[in-house]
């Protein structure tokens, strides 16, 4: 199908895209990679009467470290994040994570702004971004606000930003010994489960784990209980194991579509749960 006629723009700055937003009083969308919005648009789900391009803002893209935290600007596309040394040496978790999204041409245009203000029930950003602990920095008419993770993915294709706010940046405390997995749909690549795992350890035993969980409910989350079953643990296999065993039992909404009923998807969120566990297990130092 083709989208409703609609009027381009393209924003020069962070400030000049939220004047540009704010003068369609409600009628304008932003738009970066345009991976999620125009498939909505085609299909007449979305029907911005003004698109406001941030795709080329200056500084808006980049993976820096700063104060021993990482900070990519919202606009920087998912191959770049894949391929970062920077990612891939302190925190590799990440990089696989967006090796694994959709296909080269996805992954030349989309953005990790886009992606975690799309909030796709099946998108993988949001379980590394939860189990990174990450925050999320951006700016509105009534200036910046950072949200964690943990408050940002509130249900269905619904996030804590508002309208007329912009994603600039993600920021998180890089950990070496995490690692994501996902059982993904064979054509498109979206998470029919996706596990994000991160682990501390000290002397062989588990300090604490942070596990974030995409693809299997409305919205991607924590599974709080397998943390806390492998808080005190020996770092081995079998505290994996035997964690792993709940994970997802206490979710009710589990997702049930062509591509996997509710029963399957709670199996693989068991499974997908070990195997991110023991990939972060692997890589503690
Ligand atoms: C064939 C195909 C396969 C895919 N496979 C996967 C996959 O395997 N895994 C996966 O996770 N994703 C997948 N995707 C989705 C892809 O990652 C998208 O690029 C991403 O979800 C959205 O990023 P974008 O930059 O394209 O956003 P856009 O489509 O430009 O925008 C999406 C939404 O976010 C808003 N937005 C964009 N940037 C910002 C910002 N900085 N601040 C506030 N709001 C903003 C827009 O207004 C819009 O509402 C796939 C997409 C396609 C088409």
Redesign the pocket.
Known sequence: MISMPFEYSRATSLDDALAKLAATGGDG????????????MKLRL?E?KILID??RIPG?SGIREKDGRIEIG??T??HDVAASALLRRVCPALAECAA????P???N??????????A?P?????AVALALDAEIH?KGAKGWRAVKASDFFQGLFTVN?AAD????AVTFAPVKSAAYAKL??R?????IVGVAAALEVKNHVIQSARIGL?GASSHATRLTGVEQALEGKPASAQSIDAAARHAGAHLEDINADIHASAEYRRAMIQVFTQRALKGALARVG
Not at 100 to 103: H, L, S, V
Not at 165 to 168: D, L, N, R, V
Not at 187 to 191: I, K, V
């Open positions: 969308k932003l738009i970066a990679g345009g991976h999620s919005l125009v498939p909505l979305s911005p941030i795709a808006l919202a606009g596309v998912h694994q999204i959709g296909d041409q996805v992954r245009r989309g953005t990790l702004g886009g992606s975690l203000a799309h796709d099946s998108a993988d950003y949001p951006m930003l706010e912009i994603i600039s993904h749909q054509a498109s690549h979206f998470a995409t």
